[in-house]
């Protein structure tokens, strides 16, 4: 037997650490568990996440009915409801707007792969959904394309969906990208990412295997995919109006190492920059004495 009240202690728990955050303004976002094959705890909509007390939370149904509760349930919880049936292992799902993972989905920039360890093994590729208004069935199922390959979700222009089993593993992911995110952004001003190489990357999706995190780029469909590339959810980009700006694609990884110190600065890489430079004073010195021939 479900200790209710313990549960609910723990999503008002959540809350807090989402505002303290500033993953969440105001009223910002949702947290729910559930708790039985029909029965959800969920927030309630229009209501601080860091003020939450356990009676505050409420009860619905499979079908997004309150069933019991003081305070009237989200308004997005149809988007947890569709997880839940999607994922029969998912126990929680929570739901806010972390400011620089939701930088990502206003942007529609894809994360970038192969540059933190701990990404890798914990979150791997993540994607960008189709914007969708907020609050309906068509915002729920914008996450089916994606919702069996990845615990963790950008929403566009919006902000990110994360689910486990367990309320705090559900915010753990959401913590992880936008900690993440603002490294990324951080080294992007600094004007240099550098990604891993193909042995190292390789060695990461191994250890996550062990670890027993499922991670698509270690199924047979994606054996022959570019592990750092964004292959395993790129052929929805088009539909979803994502597309690489900030960041330029990692080099093609090599079996070796030998990519280690690729690099990414001001959409070229190192060496490309310094070829690039090069062609270009070559191209203006031709022209130049072209130009004095000419007038000789």
């Not at 750092?228 to 979803?240: P, V």
Request: with cysteine.
């Amino acid at each position: 037997m479900q200790n209710l009240h313990r549960i609910k202690q723990d999503i008002c728990d959540i809350g807090r650490r989402i505002y303290n955050r500033q993953f969440a303004a105001a009223n910002d976002g949702n947290i729910t568990v559930r708790v039985s094959d029909n029965e959800v705890l969920c927030t309630p909509t229009l209501h601080c996440k860091g003020f939450l007390k356990p009676e505050d939370i409420s009860m619905i149904d499979m079908t997004g009915k309150q069933i019991s509760g003081r305070k009237k349930r989200s308004s997005e919880a149809l988007l947890h409801l569709e997880i839940y049936r999607q994922r029969e292992d998912i126990k929680s799902v929570v739901h806010c707007h972390p400011p620089h993972a939701t930088a990502f989905a206003i942007a529609r920039e894809p994360i970038p792969q192969c540059v933190l360890p701990e990404v890798e093994v914990f979150l791997g590729d993540v994607p960008i959904t189709k914007y969708e208004t907020p609050g309906g069935q068509a915002f729920a199922e914008t996450i089916i394309p994606f919702v069996s390959r990845t615990n963790v979700m950008i929403l566009a222009n919006h902000g990110t969906v994360s689910y486990g089993e367990t309320v705090e593993q559900a915010f753990w992911w959401t913590e992880i990208l936008d900690s993440y995110c603002r490294m990324l952004m951080l080294a992007r001003q600094l004007g240099h990412v550098s990604y891993l190489g193909g042995e190292k990357s390789k060695e990461l999706l191994d250890l996550k295997a062990q670890w027993g995190y499922a991670d698509p780029r270690n199924t047979p469909e994606y054996e022959n995919c570019d592990i750092c590339a964004n292959d395993i959810f790129r052929d929805s980009w088009a539909s979803s109006g994502v597309e690489r700006r900030a960041f330029p694609a990692p080099p093609p990884l090599k079996d070796s190492d030998s990519s280690a110190s690729s690099s990414a600065s001001n959409g070229t890489s190192g060496m490309g920059a310094v070829n690039d430079d090069e062609a270009l004073v070559k191209l203006i010195t031709d022209e130049v004495m072209r130009q004095l021939q000419q007038h000789a």
